[in-house]
């Protein structure tokens, strides 16, 4: 199994319509990270959680909500999709020991949604 | 504020050539991280590097090599006799040192490497 696992991998919505996202993770890791990844635009931060009780906004933020249901689940909601959502979306975790791992992040392997 | 920026949108090659995608990034720490990832057709992330703002010394592993430089704040990536499977958009991010841990990634907008037979 993956270490973290995005569900589900491929989404189509419409207009208006509520959406979850959902990430787990294995890693055992306190922090975790939404992106949304647009052509030309690189992964753009939507939310971030180094804790259950900590919850921080990102770059981009509007339109979207989190929830961070235990140290390994972190859900992304649209509460009302648009079509400018229509992206990539990426889950990932982070260790809080930096020494302890080189690689520092991991990623799911993402969420592809599209808003029509 | 952090910020990451890479250049070069795309960049075309012939399998064999040598190619550097720079990298350059703004941060006021002192502690930070900066990482490269790759991403091929298939979507995923795939991790290729992390350094720490105390260690400035290039580094090889096989056909990539990273030049790190602190005074111009560049962190390039090149790869020597590019092969089509190099064929990918790759991401150059940037890490503050916080608490401890690993704070918010931030990336540049990616550059598209097409290497071409």
């Known amino acids: 199994d993956a270490d973290v696992t995005q569900t589900p991998r491929n989404r189509i919505t419409k207009t208006g319509k509520r959406i979850m996202l959902e990430c787990s993770q294995t890693?055992?890791?306190?922090?975790m990270y939404w992106y949304r990844q647009d052509p030309g635009l690189g992964l753009r931060l939507i939310y971030y959680?180094?804790?259950?009780?900590?919850?921080n906004k990102g770059e981009i933020s509007d339109g979207y909500s989190v929830s961070r249901q235990a140290q390994a689940k972190f859900s992304l909601s649209l509460e009302s999709a648009i079509p400018n959502q229509t992206a990539l979306y990426f889950c990932?975790?982070?260790?809080?020991?930096?020494?302890?791992?080189?690689?520092?992040?991991?990623f799911g392997s993402g969420t592809r949604l599209t808003v029509v | 504020a952090q910020k990451v920026t890479q250049a070069q949108t795309e960049i075309s090659v012939v399998e064999k050539e040598d190619v550097t995608l720079d990298c350059v990034y703004e941060?006021?720490?002192?502690?930070?991280?900066l990482f490269w990832y790759k991403q091929p057709p298939s979507g995923e992330l795939v991790f290729l590097i992390r350094?720490?703002?105390?260690?400035?010394q290039n580094e090889i592993s096989g056909r990539y090599s990273w030049n790190f430089q602190k005074s111009t704040s560049s962190f390039n990536f090149t790869i020597t006799a590019s092969q089509v499977v190099d064929s990918a958009v790759y991401f150059c991010?940037?890490?503050?040192?916080?608490?401890?841990?690993?704070?918010?990634?931030?990336f540049g907008a990616g550059t598209r490497l097409a290497v071409h037979p």
């Open positions: 990932a975790t982070s260790d809080n020991n930096r020494d302890r791992a080189n690689y520092g992040y991991t």
């Open positions: 890693k055992g890791h306190d922090r």
């Open positions: 959680s180094f804790d259950v009780k900590d919850i």
């Open positions: 941060t006021r720490d002192t502690t930070y991280y």
């Open positions: 350094r720490n703002s105390f260690d400035e």
């Open positions: 991010a940037l890490s503050e040192g916080f608490s401890g841990g690993y704070n918010k990634l931030i």
